[in-house]
């Protein structure tokens, strides 16, 4: 992160404890080291070249492949070819550092959640200050858990959390005798897992600021972030009422539905544009994002505006690099209006396909990556709302995110608009993949409801190759073909989820005997 390379060039897990520690400034530089780690862990592409930046987890890697598993965007150029067509295996280089730089940015929030216990107890830092710091290694620490439940395990859907999650690890790896330990620990429930995170995130409401200042006002941690990661989880987990009482923290009673000063005051822009500014975002509606900077980011080869294309003039833009399209199957939805202010504030063409715009900075790659929007708890409440039988309010909150875009009167939905709940729900649904298209949605929503009794996606849908997404075929609300596209993988199909990587297994015996079957 800008400013703090030394957590790049010297990581304070490498640093004796009692140096990283010692000091209310060496502590402050160990905490924006979890951050650091969780932007910019290295890419190793594992075929003898050197280590790259690339964005893993969270500095842009995390969006772009979780969108890229599901059908709403195109991989262009085949950079992501083994994901997008489902052709991942063990030492696929996407799935191997995904999995290990998810590890160690755990493991640096561990070593610092240590640290900041014991220099407490010798007085080098008071209590408050050492649980806000700790509020902040957890919350990325349940951040980082949820990412891996995501590619590794089952919904929590399927048999309420008890198939195999991932390793548990809240302990430090600082030392051969942990690093031993660790190699025999096998896979936690993925239930087991949820409650870890669930009492993350509740330390860190409990103890974590309202606000910041300046920028870090929006990639440091704060109490209305840990309550709308909370919102997050419980809607995978299922349990609607639980996520309507963390999301009435944040949500005014009536519209405009903003939060109030002690939670952050968070709101939606007034347009769709005006939510994605490029570079620094400190708007209200950033709830929380990952930072990228001129000197810190994920490079050409990873960081949001290279992947997904930006507005910089060619050849920057997106003619010089766009690797990511917004998909015809997308654009063309019915769901779609042809008028919606989306479609012309936030996608562009380059004459031969369309992408987003919400990645703006070419040039300098400083566009934060973003990981918790207003509009997304917004739209969240909603389906939690309606699937707890709040249809009135569910209503409310589907138009307060669906209105600034849908301008013309006649294509506004009333109650009228839906005969059933179920129908209200579908469209809160489809409004899901409108308002978050390249932010890295579409998969966890294809994930946690695989398995739904009546919105089931039964696991990774067919999507274009990447041949066809070409400007004839995109046609707003025209019907859509894919034949001779990227075969859809069904949910019971070994493919579904990613493998436990083969480093991993090779080192752990424990793990080998719990590899996702197929592989």
């Known amino acids: 992160m800008a400013g703090c390379e030394v957590t790049d060039l010297q990581p304070k897990d490498a640093l004796p404890e009692g140096d990283a520690f010692s000091s209310p400034a060496n502590i402050a530089l160990a905490v924006t080291g979890v951050y650091d780690a969780a932007q910019s862990g290295f890419y190793d592409p594992l075929n003898g070249t050197a280590l790259g930046v690339r964005g893993y987890p969270f500095g842009a890697a995390a969006t772009e492949l979780d969108d890229i ?19 991942i295996t063990p030492s696929s280089p996407n799935i191997v550092n995904m999995w290990s730089t998810l590890y160690a940015l755990i493991n640096q929030a561990n070593i610092t959640i240590e640290g ?21 290694a957890r919350f990325l620490r349940a951040l980082s858990y949820h990412q891996l439940l995501m590619n590794f395990a089952r919904p929590y859907a399927d048999g309420q959390g008890s198939s195999p999650g991932v390793p548990y690890r809240e302990t430090a790896l600082n030392s051969i005798t942990k690093i031993e330990a660790a190699k025999a620990q096998g896979r936690n429930t993925v239930a087991e897992v949820y409650t870890k995170m669930l009492e993350d995130l509740q330390f860190a409401e409990d103890n974590l600021p309202a606000t910041r200042l300046g920028g870090a006002k929006v990639t440091r941690a704060t109490k209305g972030a840990a309550i709308a990661l909370k919102q997050r989880i419980r809607l995978h987990q299922g349990n609607y009422p639980a996520a309507v009482t963390e999301g009435n923290k944040l949500i005014s009673a009536a519209a405009p539905f903003t939060s109030s000063s002690a939670f952050g005051s968070f709101a939606l822009a007034e347009t769709p544009q005006a939510a ?6 400190t708007t209200a509606e950033n709830v929380f994002s990952i930072e990228n900077s001129s000197d810190d980011n994920a490079s050409v080869n990873g960081a949001l505006p290279s992947m997904f294309g930006s507005d910089a003039p060619v050849p920057v833009g997106i ?3 766009g690797l990511i399209s917004i998909s015809p199957i997308l654009y063309n939805a019915s769901f779609w209006t042809c008028n919606d202010l989306r479609r012309t504030e936030l996608t562009q063409s380059n004459g031969t396909r369309y ?8 040039l300098t790659r400083s566009d934060f990556a973003p990981i918790i929007r ?8 909603a389906e939690a709302e309606a699937r707890s039988g709040n249809t009135s309010r569910a209503l409310l909150l589907l138009n307060a995110v669906r209105n600034r875009a849908v301008v013309n009167p006649a294509e506004r939905y009333t109650a009228a608009s839906f005969a059933t709940p179920n129908a209200l729900i579908g469209a809160i649904l489809n409004e899901r993949r409108i308002e978050l298209v390249g932010e890295g949605f579409r998969w966890d929503d294809i994930h946690r409801l695989s398995v739904d009794p009546v919105f089931k996606t039964d696991g990774i849908p067919r999507k274009y190759a990447n041949s066809q997404a070409v400007l004839a075929n995109y046609n707003c609300q025209a019907a859509t073909s894919v034949a001779g596209a990227t075969a859809p993988v069904g949910y019971t199909n070994t493919r579904f989820l990613w493998p436990i990587p083969s480093l991993e297994v090779a080192n752990n015996p424990t793990l080998a005997s719990q590899q996702n079957p197929g592989y």
Do not use: C, H
């Open 69 to 87: 598993r599901g059908e709403d965007v195109v991989d262009i150029a085949g950079f992501f070819g083994i994901v997008y067509s489902n052709q």
């Open 116 to 136: 900041v216990r014991t220099a407490t107890a010798n007085g080098v830092i008071p209590i408050a200050t050492a649980n806000a710091y700790e509020g902040e």
């Open 276 to 281: 994605f500014p490029g570079g620094v975002n």
């Open 319 to 321: 003619a010089a690099r």
């Open 355 to 362: 992408f987003t715009r919400k990645y703006r900075d070419a």
């Open 374 to 381: 207003y509009a997304e708890v917004l739209l969240n409440q």
